[in-house]
């Protein structure tokens, strides 16, 4: 018979065991909604569904989120609507010149973005806790706070989407990494390129209006067909009818189709490298110079009229407009086309702050397919790449063939989304072992993936609002419950239910 002495040691030891494997329970990493499913769908309650496919040489990377109510500018004829942001900070006329719209009232693109940890050069805590060790930790470059090496993946639904790539950067305690070196012919819009981004800078001088008047110095190619048969219709911005656009906030939520290049203007890219011609702009400083014989207006390195690059300039738009690379009638006329069809706008036509290019790089090695569903408000974005591409910048992702597990780290920008503008989700997992978080799915060709029949992750996203800006240094004070175990016990053992419970 047990004394009452070991029949309280006995029940102790019950009580015990049951409360390991509640608290086992609570701390399992799995903050899935629906792990698996059939059908291409995001559940309910989810907000992101994420999926990883492989094949022998290439991997893929699939999101779908559900764009949000706009909120942002306030007040403004945008608002409550659902729409795809595939504008990224248009230009409008000041009363000087072409320029950003004021701050406050400005409109951005949707992105999303996501980092891998390198498995040879592991960042300390970023398995466990993500975002919060890399970007947002108080600091206001994007680089780590400790020695490490992530490979960075950004897609931006106005800069790069259209031309159907992303920006691949690194980020190392130092700096983000890009393409450092400024090559042909990249470097004729600015002194130096380095990657897909935006740089409108506005003409000046006299002898015409385009330049009294500041115009940007690159409009798109009227006139001109592009892939699919579409025309683009007037130099500037046009909204969903073709017709020039003057009001954004009430015609951009509006364009609900991605089909349409309305956004991007490529003033230069290698042909060779991609064969896919998406040039679709005029160079109105090359305009200028064969209309008027001027170069004032060009940056430095291009008024050089004896120079390689000044040669190489001219002969490129020169073919690019069918255009002779000496004073022209023809020149004088679409410059003062141009200008009349700004004036007949009213002076409120608008035009793209989105200038990007392509040359051969290791920062163009991610090709990008995308769709927005209108009725449901949702974005598909798919994002390719090489396993291992070779370069010292890029992670290696080969050895998801061998079981390898890989943590990534997953935000999305919701332009104009006031308080979930910039949502993130806690690190996730992924690889092909049974016990990630997503399963990675080993197919025969990315590019033919039957995404509705592979794996999936979906969760809810952590508002931007729900932790202070400098993100480690409150979650290491003893304000945060957790801050002792932060990089050690990764976030979602404490979190999951508010996560899979958010509103």
């Given at each position: 018979?047990?004394?009452?002495?070991?029949?309280?040691?006995?029940?102790?030891?019950?009580?015990?065991?049951?409360?390991?494997?509640?608290?086992?329970?609570?701390?399992?990493d799995d903050s899935s909604v629906t792990p698996t499913e059939s059908g291409d769908v995001l559940n309910p309650n989810a907000q992101i569904k994420m999926q990883v496919a492989f094949d022998a040489s290439n991997v893929a990377f699939r999101?779908?989120?559900?764009?949000?109510?706009?909120?942002?500018?306030?007040?403004?004829?945008?608002?409550?609507?659902?729409?795809p942001g595939q504008f990224h900070d248009m230009l409008k006329h000041n009363g000087t010149r072409f320029d950003r719209l004021p701050s406050g009232t400005r409109m951005d693109e949707d992105r999303v973005t996501f980092m891998i940890e390198n498995i040879s050069q592991p960042v300390q805590g970023f398995a466990a806790s993500g975002c919060f060790v890399s970007c947002h930790s108080g600091m206001a470059?994007?680089?780590?706070?400790?020695?490490?090496?992530?490979?960075?993946?950004?897609?931006?639904g106005g800069r790069s989407s259209p031309m159907n790539?992303?920006?691949?950067?690194?980020v190392s305690e130092v700096e983000r990494v890009r393409d450092l070196t400024g090559t042909p012919p990249t470097k004729f819009i600015r002194s130096g390129g380095d990657r897909l981004r935006e740089d409108q800078a506005a003409l000046a001088g006299t002898g015409h209006p385009v330049l009294?008047?500041?115009?940007?110095?690159?409009?798109?190619?009227?006139?001109?067909?592009?892939?699919?048969?579409?025309?683009i219709p007037a130099y500037f911005l046009t909204n969903e009818a073709g017709v020039v656009m003057t009001d954004p906030y009430t015609q951009i939520p509006e364009i609900k189709s991605l089909d349409v290049n309305r956004s991007l203007v490529v003033v230069y890219q290698n042909l060779n490298f991609d064969p896919v011609n998406k040039v679709n702009s005029i160079d109105l400083g090359y305009l200028v110079y064969v209309a008027l014989g001027i170069t004032s207006h060009l940056p430095a390195h291009l008024q050089d009229v004896n120079s390689a690059d000044f040669t190489f300039w001219t002969n490129?738009?020169?073919?690019?407009?069918?255009?002779?690379?000496?004073?022209?009638?023809?020149?004088?006329?679409?410059?003062?086309?141009?200008?009349?069809?700004?004036?007949?706008?009213?002076?409120?036509?608008?035009?793209?702050?989105?200038?990007?290019?392509?040359?051969?790089?290791?920062?163009?090695?991610?090709?990008?397919?995308?769709?927005?569903?209108?009725?449901?408000?949702?974005?598909?974005v798919t994002l390719y790449r090489k396993l291992s591409t070779g370069s010292v910048r890029d992670g290696d992702l080969s050895a998801l063939q061998s079981g390898q597990k890989y943590t990534l780290s997953v935000a999305?920008?919701?332009?104009?989304?006031?308080?979930?503008?910039?949502?993130?989700?806690?690190?996730?997992?992924?690889?092909?072992?049974?016990?990630?978080?997503?399963?990675?799915?080993?197919?025969?060709?990315?590019?033919?993936a039957q995404w509705?029949?592979?794996?999936?992750?979906?969760?809810?996203?952590?508002?931007?609002?729900?932790?202070?800006?400098?993100?480690?240094?409150?979650?290491?004070?003893?304000?945060?419950?957790?801050?002792?175990?932060?990089?050690?016990?990764?976030?979602?053992?404490?979190?999951?239910?508010?996560?899979?419970?958010?509103?």
């Open positions: 018979m047990y004394t009452v002495k070991a029949k309280k040691r006995y029940y102790f030891l019950v009580f015990i065991v049951l409360f390991l494997i509640v608290f086992m329970s609570s701390c399992k999101f779908k989120w559900r764009s949000q109510p706009k909120t942002m500018p306030a007040g403004y004829g945008n608002n409550g609507k659902i729409y470059s994007h680089n780590l706070d400790n020695a490490g090496f992530l490979d960075h993946w950004h897609w931006r790539y992303a920006e691949d950067a690194a009294e008047n500041g115009f940007p110095r690159f409009l798109f190619n009227k006139g001109k067909t592009m892939s699919g048969g579409y025309v490129y738009w020169s073919t690019e407009l069918n255009l002779p690379t000496t004073a022209s009638t023809q020149s004088l006329t679409k410059l003062d086309e141009i200008y009349q069809e700004w004036v007949s706008s009213g002076n409120s036509a608008m035009t793209t702050r989105s200038v990007g290019f392509i040359y051969e790089s290791d920062q163009h090695d991610i090709t990008s397919t995308r769709s927005f569903d209108a009725a449901k408000g949702e974005w598909t999305v920008h919701d332009a104009g989304g006031a308080a979930i503008s910039h949502d993130f989700c806690f690190p996730v997992q992924f690889g092909t072992a049974e016990d990630v978080h997503l399963k990675a799915a080993s197919v025969s060709n990315v590019q033919n509705n029949t592979l794996p999936s992750y979906q969760t809810r996203f952590i508002r931007q609002s729900s932790v202070p800006r400098t993100y480690k240094d409150w979650l290491v004070s003893g304000t945060h419950p957790g801050a002792g175990l932060f990089n050690d016990l990764p976030c979602l053992s404490c979190h999951k239910e508010e996560i899979l419970n958010a509103p």
